[in-house]
Structure formats: C-alpha cells, structure tokens
C-alpha cells in the first residue's frame, strides 16, 4: 500500500506560483481545501488538481478586453 500524498502550504503556494499569504486567502474563502495537523496546514492532490479546475478562464467571460496587451488601442 502506498503512503498518502500531503502538500504543505509552501508547497502549494509554489505549486501555483502565488505567495502563501493568498493561498490562505484562497483558504479562508473557502475555494480550496485544506486540514490542519498540529500547526500546519496540509492540502491533497485533489484539492489542489479540484482548485486549478475551478479557476478555469472560459471564452466569453470578459478576460479579452483585460488581456489586450500593451499594443491595444
């Protein structure tokens, strides 16, 4: 039997190249999940997999205009 997976909060702030402090926001608004082992907070691999998916951009939902670039009128 294979040992369970556990990512620590620094892992998945790097995992998800955003600072610790807004995966605790992430947290807190409750858009990913997470448990405590003693002090720590602990994350799965399907937590964090069910988060990505959920921050999915979907044509259509006005990230064009924002995403013009430099060379937009």
Same mark, same amino acid.
């Given at each position: 039997?294979? *040992?369970?997976? =556990?990512?620590? @909060? *620094? /892992?998945? +702030?790097h995992m998800l190249q955003v600072s610790e402090r807004t995966v605790m926001r992430e947290? /807190? +608004?409750g858009k990913i999940r997470a =448990? /405590?082992?003693?002090?720590? @907070?602990? =994350?799965t691999p399907e937590a964090v997999q069910e988060y990505v998916r959920q921050q $999915?951009? /979907?044509p259509g939902n006005g @990230? $064009? $205009?924002? +995403?013009?670039?430099p060379d937009a009128a």
């Open positions: 039997m294979t *040992e369970p997976i =556990f990512y620590s @909060l *620094e /892992k998945v +702030a947290i /807190k +608004a =448990f /405590k082992v003693g002090r720590s @907070l602990r =994350f $999915e951009v /979907k @990230l $064009e $205009e924002n +995403a013009r670039g």
